[in-house]
């Protein structure tokens, strides 16, 4: 599959735990870019923005690095993971041109792409994904997931259930 002139897209985030809304991004980045940089939050800026449980970027990346693969190959696109301490990452690299945002962190590609005029650099391209809703309607957030209201799959999970499906 030829993706000439799409050039190289960048996608930010935590991926904890991964989940339908993640993967739609995911798939996003690789379905618009010939080659895909994946910013994995870092441990301490994982941790400093949520009051829930997020796994060691290690760990992290051991789960995302699967689906990435098979995306890999199934788009014939390349991809690296970095990891990254604040908004910007890699996102401030002449070698992007594209990124990948959900509808929810769109206003993030402004502050990005004001950091790459400050340094001589044309704003990204912009490829927004809607917010990938569970079988109830409602958005599949991580922390959902986590508080096992929802699967990692966007089904609803009864309250007896104790949320099993959805807790790490």
Excluded at 52 to 66: C, F, H, I, K, N
Excluded at 74 to 82: D, F, P
Excluded at 94 to 123: F, H, M, Q, W
């Amino acid at each position: 599959m030829s993706h000439s002139g799409r050039g190289n897209i960048c996608i930010g985030g935590t991926f904890w735990p991964l989940h339908q809304g993640h993967r739609s991004l995911l798939d996003a980045a690789f379905r618009n870019g010939n080659h895909v940089g994946v910013g994995l939050t870092a441990d301490e800026m994982a941790a400093s923005h949520r009051n829930r449980y997020v796994a060691p970027l290690t760990e992290r990346s051991g789960e995302l690095v699967p689906f990435l693969d098979e995306l890999s190959l199934r788009y014939g696109v390349g991809y690296v993971i970095e990891p990254i301490t604040d908004i910007y990452g890699f996102a401030i690299s002449p070698k992007y041109t594209a990124i990948v945002v959900s509808r929810e962190t769109e206003s993030a590609v402004d502050l990005i792409n004001e950091e790459r005029a400050r340094n001589g650099l044309p704003p990204l391209r912009r490829v927004v994904v809607e917010m990938v809703k569970d079988d109830q309607g409602q958005v599949i957030s991580s922390t959902r997931v986590q508080m096992g209201e929802v699967s990692q799959n966007g089904r609803s999970l009864p309250k007896q259930d104790g949320g099993k499906e959805g807790k790490r």
